[in-house]
């Protein structure tokens, strides 16, 4: 089986299953720890696991159930408005744990629906948006297949959600949705110092600029995602973002929780730092 081969492993996250699990078991025992609920979609962060994997751990592992998930439909990928939407066509995905097979029925499905790159696994680029999530999925998930897609931030994006689910559901898959992102990234490293330096600039991140992305994040309301993302800068993937809303939506969510949030400033106080976000998706 053709395989996406791992490119951030041993720098951004651990190299080999026993450190990951060691990790992975360290960020389940942090507050808030995984939530009890009817969770069928969550928005995470993708830095490196040091600075963000706590977050994106225990979304991920709040998103079990009881019953079994066929396939967790992950978006993600830093794209500009333009960007062409592409997907993973087949083969597996590795991970420490072992790989993650692609669902190529639903794949072929959303390809067969929409205007798509495909790209198989030895052209797929090397994204952490996707990647930094494999061993979370791997680990909570270890018979579920994936369907990886990049998704640009314009309208189309709520319509590849939709559609991934639509054509789910036609299939009789029980998935769950990711969508991969990371917040604010301020400071002269990214160009973005509009609120000055120092305390005052984290305070205006954390309390405004991504203040007002998590609140579109809750809404669900696709539009005001891409919006925030493309005027304010507060969503590296606002594409990703949106498709996960609409795809939740579609699946029946009908409240949003607000997870976790963090800096990397905490992690290592910088004049460039970046925010990280948590949200859940629930049916009740």
Wanted: charged share 20%; aromatic share 10%.
């Amino acid at each position: 089986m053709e395989k996406k081969k791992m490119a951030f492993a041993g720098s951004w996250y651990p190299a080999n299953a026993a450190e990951c699990e060691a990790s992975i078991k360290g960020f389940l025992k942090e507050k808030p720890g995984p939530l009890d609920g009817s969770f069928i979609g969550g928005i995470v962060p993708h830095a490196g696991w040091y600075y963000s994997g706590s977050i994106a751990c225990r979304v991920i592992a709040s998103l079990k159930s009881d019953e079994k998930i066929d396939t967790i439909i992950l978006f993600g990928a830093h794209m500009h408005k333009q960007s062409e939407p592409f997907i993973l066509t087949h083969g597996a995905v590795e991970t420490p744990f072992g790989p993650i097979e692609v669902d190529e029925e639903l794949t072929d499905k959303i390809i067969a629906g929409i205007s798509i790159r495909k790209m198989p696994p030895f052209k797929f680029p090397d994204e952490n948006t996707f990647e930094l999530q494999y061993p979370f999925i791997k680990y909570f998930f270890p018979d579920a297949k994936i369907v990886v897609c990049g998704v640009a931030p314009s309208f189309f994006a709520a319509i590849i959600g939709s559609m991934a689910v639509e054509e789910a559901n036609n299939l009789s898959r029980n998935v769950r949705i990711i969508g991969s992102t990371d917040m604010t990234h301020y400071g002269p490293d990214f160009g973005f110092t509009n609120a000055g330096t120092g305390t005052k600039a984290v305070e205006w991140v954390k309390n405004e600029n991504d203040r007002n992305a998590i609140q579109a994040m809750m809404e669900m309301d696709e539009s005001k995602i891409i919006a925030q993302g493309l005027e304010n800068k507060n969503m590296c993937c606002a594409g990703a973002v949106a498709a996960s809303a609409a795809a939740c939506k579609k699946l029946g969510a009908v409240k949003a929780v607000e997870f976790d949030y963090a800096t990397s400033f905490e992690k290592s106080a910088s004049a460039s730092f970046v925010g990280y976000a948590g949200v859940l998706y629930s049916l009740s």
